[in-house]
């Protein structure tokens, strides 16, 4: 657990780098709770699945729900992947990682704020990226214009399933690039483009850069304009990453949006009404 002098120590590491890794911050227990909860979520997929397509044969999955399963589901209807990733953000599991008491303090402690400033976690996901699927990698980034509009946050990036390496797609930085404070970016208007606000090439060149990897139960937290970008998953495996954002509520300009809900199948009128 970190004590105060840890806290003193990383925050200075983070304003320097723009990151910090905290190692062995997630419990066994902790990692295994969610992984347990995550493939019931799974097998229960596929039991949907196999109900709508014949060719679908559960057997087939057993034992290795966190790949085969998952990647089958992919090439056989991607609306059984999305209401995985759906799910998990909900799952009292994940919320025990997101939610973790000595996260909050951490975050606060960079922001100069008491151990109980409110925060608003935003957009925190477990990403699932299965193997080969290059679609979903990104280019070079901050996350300024992927989130609430002036606010002042930090974010999030760790395993839960299995480590990140180079070869399922570790996360590529700048090292302390947040310094350039918000760079110049072009804007991309591909709906399909993942990162459609880039950094240009020649500010991006200015920096060294590394990958970082990282082990069951480490988390490394950085900065919103940290230049980054999400590397190819090349392996066999696919690659399970917890996501976060930490929104600070006292910013002056901060402002929570408004949820806005779309139901997938009937909402609740139509429900009424198919009752009555």
């Known amino acids: 657990m970190l004590s105060l002098k840890n806290y003193d120590e990383k925050v200075k590491d983070f304003k320097k780098n723009g990151y910090v890794i905290l190692y062995d911050f997630f419990t066994h227990s902790e990692l295994n709770d969610f992984k347990k909860s995550l493939l019931y979520l799974i097998k229960n997929t596929l039991k949907k699945a196999s109900e709508k397509y014949d060719e679908l044969n559960l057997d087939e999955f057993k034992g290795a729900e966190f790949d085969d399963g998952i990647i089958k589901l992919e090439q056989t209807d991607s609306d059984f992947i999305a209401d995985i990733y759906d799910t998990i953000p909900n799952l009292p599991s994940f919320m025990r990682l997101t939610a973790k008491q000595e996260l909050s303090k951490f975050v606060n402690s960079i922001f100069g704020k008491e151990e109980h400033n409110p925060l608003f976690t935003f957009t925190n996901r477990c990403r699932i990226d299965p193997p080969k699927v290059t679609r979903r990698s990104t280019n070079w980034h901050q996350e300024i214009f992927y989130t609430i509009p002036k606010s002042e946050f930090i974010q999030t990036w760790g395993p839960v399933i299995r480590d990140i390496t180079i070869e399922n797609g570790g996360i590529e930085i700048c090292i302390g690039s947040h310094k350039e404070g918000i760079a110049r970016q072009t804007f991309n208007k591909d709906p399909n483009n993942p990162t459609p606000f880039t950094i240009e090439n020649q500010i991006i060149d200015k920096y060294e850069k590394t990958t970082i990897e990282l082990q069951l139960g480490d988390i490394m937290v950085f900065s919103p304009k940290l230049f980054h970008r999400t590397g190819a998953n090349v392996s066999q495996h696919v690659r399970y990453t917890n996501i976060g954002m930490f929104h600070n509520v006292e910013f002056p300009t901060f ?18 009404n198919e009752i009555f």
């Open 255 to 272: 402002r929570p949006p408004q949820p806005s809900f779309r139901y997938k199948e009937s909402n609740p009128i139509e429900y009424y």
